[in-house]
């Protein structure tokens, strides 16, 4: 069995822990106590490889005389499993060799990736909407803890959260960015971890960087944290004990009566 079926055999084993967590939001929610669930996006409520993919085929077409090897690999794409973290891993993969090709294309995706515009081409990660419903519904305050920044994402996110049907914007959401787009993600969510205890509870925290799930795992000791298994940061840590791997959320559906 290779590493990525171990993770993905351990993630479907702690999967029932996901119903576990509605059960508790409610017995606090019935007690009239405040309860907090933290939500990454990016790897972790949407998979934005799509958001890639569409912004490559758009570079290949309005620079295909500058981009002619990014163009030829369009004709035989077949499946998202090509887009790796890394864009130059991806270039690769893809068959671009040329050094200036390579730069006029991480230029153009720079400019596009980290925008309003593009947010809405990435898709969620299969069950995301469905349990985030169920946590909101259940009385826990949302918060969609994000390395994304308020000057050039923050509206595209909103509108691609309200897109795809997630509670955002009313009473029990709760959308925190960084203010500065050069902010460090780690040293972000570690200071803002500190305002989000002084809000209540955290129940549950929702992660694919090993490096922010340890942080906030090792802030909210009581909560519990998952780790999705999607892509995450070349060298990253080791995740710290206790924090349960997920492929996706699709497990976590109700049973019918």
């Known amino acids: 069995m290779t590493t990525l079926s171990r993770k993905i055999a351990a993630g ?17 929610t019935g007690a009239g106590r405040s309860t ?27 620079f295909d005389r500058s981009t002619p090897q990014l163009a030829a690999a369009f004709e035989n794409f077949q499946n998202l499993s090509v887009i790796d973290y890394s864009l130059d891993v991806t270039l690769k993969r893809l068959g671009v060799r040329s050094r200036a090709e390579a730069a006029l294309i991480r230029a153009e995706w720079a400019k596009r990736f980290f925008s309003d515009e593009y947010q809405k081409y990435d898709m969620p990660i299969p069950g995301a909407k469905q349990y985030v419903e ?3 519904k259940a009385g826990a305050t949302v918060i969609y803890l994000t390395g994304r920044d308020v000057g050039r994402m923050l509206v595209g996110t909103t509108e691609v959260l309200r897109l795809y049907g ?34 209540g509870e955290v129940v549950a925290v929702f992660e694919n960087e090993p490096a922010n799930s ?23 840590p080791a995740l710290e004990p206790g924090i349960r791997r997920i492929k996706d959320f699709r497990q976590c559906k109700p049973r019918s009566k």
């Open 12 to 28: 479907q084993k702690q999967a029932p822990l996901l119903p576990s967590v509605i059960t508790r939001i409610k017995q606090r």
């Open 36 to 62: 907090l669930a933290i939500f990454d996006l990016d790897g972790t409520l949407f998979d934005n490889r799509t958001r890639t993919i569409f912004i490559l085929r758009e570079i290949s077409e309005k």
């Open 134 to 136: 169920r946590v909101h």
């Open 166 to 199: 997630f509670p955002v914007g009313v009473a029990g959401t709760m959308t925190i960015v960084k203010k500065e787009f050069g902010q460090d993600d780690e040293i972000f969510k570690k200071e803002v971890s500190g305002y989000i205890d002084r809000l």
């Open 214 to 236: 340890n942080i906030l795992h090792a802030r909210f000791p009581d909560a519990a944290s998952f780790f999705v298994l999607t892509q995450h940061k070349p060298g990253a």
